[in-house]
């Protein structure tokens, strides 16, 4: 289990979120919905260690404390962020992109069958092992991106907008292989998306975020339903009744 | 011909010293003037242990180029890290950086002129002709090729063919995303600062088998580094070690054909026409 409590994090005098707390569980998606500016993408980053937190904040994966540890160390602690913008290494090859994913000490063992199972979950790599990552389509180098962020042997991972600026036929590929990810190899995953009806339909359990406060939470399916979510999320209007 | 083959051998030791500057400044993105000075201290150091100890100066690499790596580690972590930690963006720490190691450079050149004067000095290691193609060679130039040759070549498989190799260009690359697998960017840059260190020492080095050196020319070669450094795009390493031996023949071209007294001119024209219009490298295709 992933557990977060009172994670909050300024800007300066801006404040983005005010205590935070959320949990994510193994083999589940997680989905934490908001629209733009809610403060999603700085929660992620946050928890990577790649944004400061205030003090106070706990975030504790399987029981060890990793809310003080730099962004190298929470990756061998077992939490991977595929972060906005996907972060991977553009100059390089996607084979050195997917060795680089294995560089953690936690992911040196069984390095090759990993590779194996992420060039399987995404087999349009296995062709394009050579080619250098940004010279591929944007659905690629999103496949390189969660395929390098497997490559560490994460016990939860961190998707931020997976699905932005892929069509809807890859959008809904890419959250099938996100399913399968957390099922097969019992990952943890929280995901952050705006794409609220895709996402709802493939998460266990999502958290609304709204200004930086967390304004409701439940089962993907009672979200899926709830009038709050439809109005604010998925841009229909609730017939009354 | 012959000018062709001696500004290749030439070309090959200066290929080294600006690979350690690609490593440092590409890596710990640390643009470092003082690298000159490094360059010279090895030159003195390789004399010393010939003149005082009798040591052949390719096993004196095996010493220099280890101490050449402490030296500048202890300097990346004693005066650089504190710069690179209170940086809040790479341009401030680009400027920091430059005017600090602008420093040291003096410093350092002021040190080793108060232990060696500003006398030139050399030593005569294999002074003997080598016939290869109808034209003669000193043996010493062609031997410090080879071994240029031999570590740039180790370094060329260390960084394209090991984990921790690997792990240096994608800092290179981006370091934002090398901490996203668990990179530790900090020791990374403190590691390759400080081989580049050691390779430009290694550098020095060979340079003092057949070059006449004195305290003050750090600054000089530090400015030919950096030219071959941006004509071979910055952290390229193949980029750096054609554009060195390019610079190398351009600068015996000009020696023997025109004025020897204009190489360091000829040198800076090249610098502002790459400037100019390859500013990306001449291998480097659009930023990205």
């Given at each position: 289990m992933l557990e977060i409590q009172n994670v909050s994090v300024r800007y300066g005098w801006h404040q983005a979120l005010f205590d935070v707390a959320a949990n994510v569980r193994r083999g589940r998606i997680t989905v934490l919905l908001g629209t733009n500016g809610a403060g999603k993408s700085t929660f992620l980053k946050a928890l990577g260690g790649l944004v400061p937190t205030e003090p106070g904040a706990s975030v504790r994966l399987g029981g060890v404390e990793i809310a003080r540890m730099p962004a190298h160390r929470r990756v061998e602690a077992g939490l991977a962020l595929v972060p906005e913008g996907r972060g991977i290494f553009g100059k390089l090859s996607v084979a050195e992109n997917l060795h680089l994913g294995g560089f953690a000490h936690r992911?040196?063992?069984?390095?090759?069958?990993?590779?194996?199972?992420?060039?399987?979950?995404?087999?349009?790599?296995?062709?394009?092992?050579?080619?250098?990552?940004?010279?591929?389509?944007?659905?690629?180098?999103?496949?390189?991106?969660?395929?390098?962020?497997?490559?560490?042997?994460?016990?939860?991972?961190?998707?931020?907008?997976?699905?932005?600026?892929?069509?809807?036929?890859?959008?809904?590929?890419m959250f099938r292989s996100l399913r399968r990810i957390a099922t097969e190899a019992d990952i943890g995953i929280l995901l952050v998306e705006q794409n609220a009806r895709l996402s709802l339909e493939i998460a266990d359990f999502g958290y609304l975020l709204e200004n930086g406060h967390i304004v409701g939470q439940g089962p993907a399916d009672e979200l899926r339903t709830s009038p709050d979510v439809l109005r604010a999320y998925l841009g229909e209007d609730v017939v009354p009744g | 011909m012959t000018i062709l083959v001696t500004g290749i051998l030439l070309g090959g030791t200066y290929a080294l010293i600006a690979l350690g500057l690609t490593l440092q400044y590409g890596v710990a993105r640390i643009m470092n003037l003082s690298n000159g000075e490094t360059l010279v201290a090895a030159c003195f150091a390789a004399w010393l242990l010939f003149t005082a100890g009798g040591i052949n100066p390719l096993w004196g690499l095996l010493i220099i180029a280890p101490l050449g790596f402490i030296a500048n580690g202890a300097i990346y972590l004693g005066l650089l890290r504190p710069l690179v930690r209170r940086a809040s963006s790479q341009g401030m720490l680009e400027v920091d950086s430059i005017l600090a190691t602008f420093g040291l450079l003096f410093l350092f050149q002021g040190l080793m002129h108060l232990a060696f004067g500003g006398a030139y000095f050399n030593y005569q290691f294999l002074a003997v002709p080598f016939d290869f193609l109808g034209g003669s060679y000193a043996l010493n130039r062609v031997t410090a090729f080879f071994a240029a040759v031999i570590i740039a070549l180790a370094l060329y498989l260390f960084l394209y063919r090991t984990r921790i190799g690997t792990a240096v260009r994608a800092v290179a690359v981006d370091p934002d995303a090398a901490r996203l697998v668990a990179i530790d960017v900090g020791r990374i840059a403190a590691f390759a600062f400080a081989l580049g260190g050691a390779i430009t020492a290694s550098g020095g080095v060979l340079l003092s088998t057949f070059y006449t050196f004195n305290a003050s020319m750090g600054a000089v070669f530090v400015m030919k580094a950096l030219i071959i450094v941006i004509m071979g795009g910055v952290g390229d390493v193949r980029g750096a070690a054609i554009a060195a031996l390019i610079l190398g023949v351009m600068e015996t071209l000009v020696a023997s054909l025109i004025d020897p007294g204009l190489t360091l001119a000829a040198t800076y024209g090249l610098f502002i026409v790459i400037l100019l219009f390859r500013p990306q490298g001449l291998f480097g295709g659009a930023k990205g």
């Open positions: 992911a040196r063992t069984d390095e090759k069958a990993r590779l194996e199972h992420v060039l399987e979950l995404f087999p349009r790599l296995r062709e394009r092992l050579p080619q250098i990552a940004r010279t591929m389509s944007g659905g690629e180098q999103q496949m390189v991106a969660m395929g390098r962020a497997m490559m560490s042997r994460p016990d939860f991972l961190m998707l931020d907008e997976p699905s932005l600026g892929l069509s809807p036929l890859l959008s809904k590929d | -």
